[in-house]
């Protein structure tokens, strides 16, 4: 009788296994924003965000480059505001990159930017991002100057948080650019860290940004830091407010060393959040 009555529990304790316990997920598909947590920060506050979990691209707080005149670097896109090149999927935006006809140009894509809508001096600056592959892709997440006090490019400076070329996988770049420090004179303050899944995994890319320093991170590994060297606005512009970029190139003078291979189209990077905080006092 015991050893019936152990085997009677055994059944039901396998039964309710598969009744309940099979449901639940292993794996499974990568988080939304809503069900991420932000992050415990005892030392910053959150003050703007973009969860990505409306059916549209929220207008309030983005607006869009239309243009083909290939951003400064003989890129080969021409960026739209169509739908097909940036829209909401899953809790996620999307853009991406065509190898269409499109007034002049082979490509399309989008080039998004938060200016005038999201714009800050100093902070905490969190994208979790899933990056384009292929050799000619050129994303990037990085920030300008929304008044150019100090003149225009590189007089008011540039902060790029991240940017990926195709054509060297995984190697992610930061760096800051400057009238006095720069890539045209090759005197740019940069650094670049190795990943092994940045066209599969989401990744968070963070800057912070101080009066003295600015610093980049991936998931919490810092890998640059840019001084401030105290010798005048010409060496570090980055006391005015900057918004926020997202884009997809195409081609260009660096993402284009290599060419374009024109069998990888479509290409997206996606977009899981975005996150700015402010310094807590």
Known sequence: MKLVRKYELLLLCLFIHA????????GGDEPTASQTPLPSLDR???????????PNIDATKWSYEVNGNGGGNNE?????????????????????????????????????????KGDWLYGRFDIRAKLPYGTGTWPAIWMLPT?????????SGEIDIMEHVGYDPNVIHASTHTLKYYFKINTQK?????????????????MEW???????????????????????????????????????????????VKGVDNSIFPQKMEVDYVRVYKKSN
């Not at 009744?19 to 292993?26: H, P």
């Not at 090149?85 to 853009?95: A, M």
């Not at 009066?211 to 512009?237: E, H, M």
């Not at 900057?242 to 003078?253: E, M, P, S, T």
Request: glycine fraction near 10%; include cysteine; aromatic fraction near 18%.
């Open 19 to 26: 009744a309940f316990g099979c449901n639940k997920k292993i």
């Open 147 to 155: 008044d150019k006090f100090y003149g225009d490019w590189p007089q």
């Open 76 to 116: 080969l896109q021409y960026y739209t505001d169509r739908p097909k090149n940036s829209y909401i999927d899953s809790g996620k935006l999307v853009i991406q990159a065509l190898q269409e006809n499109y007034s002049g140009r082979n490509y399309t894509s989008a080039r998004m930017r938060t200016l005038g």
């Open 210 to 256: 101080y009066s003295d320093r600015i610093d980049c991170f991936v998931d919490g590994t810092k890998y640059f830091s840019s001084l401030n060297d105290s010798t005048g606005w010409q060496a570090w512009p980055f006391d005015k407010r900057f918004h926020l970029l997202l884009n997809v190139a195409i081609g260009g003078d660096w993402g284009g």
């Open 190 to 206: 940069t650094a670049t860290i190795k990943l092994t899944n940045v066209f599969t995994e989401f990744h968070i890319y963070t």
């Open 44 to 54: 910053w506050t959150l003050v703007w965000n973009d969860e990505f979990d409306g």
